[in-house]
Nanobody, 120 residues
Framework: EVQLVESGGGSVQAGGSLRLSCVAS????????MAWFRQAPGKEREGVAS???????IYADSAKGRFTISRDNAKNTLYLQMNSLKPEDTGMYYC??????????????WGQGTQVNVSS
């Protein structure tokens, strides 16, 4: 059974940075597409960034220039470096595996999420 465990969330002030991690079990990050999604209170879950097998990345417009998705094959871990955080980045962040770009419905495996709170 594939397991994805996120960590790294927390509370920061606007302008700050966080790095989220997602450790995968029974899934090899270098051999499968992965993505980060987020869900703000009262809103639908939306794609933030994705990375495919060759390493091509896609970002939501809101994340471009501020967030970076990457993976460490040796640690079998997916990351999301988030800089210049804004209050609107607040939400639960989820790691997902085996899907297509940032299309939520295509992803087969999900983590439990890590909470990010950005205060103004």
């Amino acid at each position: 059974e594939v397991q994805l465990v996120e960590s790294g969330g927390g509370s920061v002030q606007a302008g700050g940075s966080l790095r989220l991690s997602c450790v995968a079990s029974q899934y090899t990050v270098r051999y499968g597409p992965m993505a980060w999604f987020r869900q703000a209170p009262g809103k639908e879950r939306e794609g933030v960034a994705s990375i495919d097998i060759p390493g091509n990345t896609i970002y939501a417009d809101s994340a471009k220039g501020r967030f970076t998705i990457s993976r460490d094959n040796a640690k079998n871990t997916l990351y999301l470096q988030m800089n210049s955080l804004k209050p609107e980045d607040t939400g639960m962040y989820y790691c997902a595996a085996e899907g297509v770009t940032t299309v939520r419905a295509t992803y087969a495996h999900w983590g439990q999420g890590t909470q990010v709170n950005v205060s103004s």
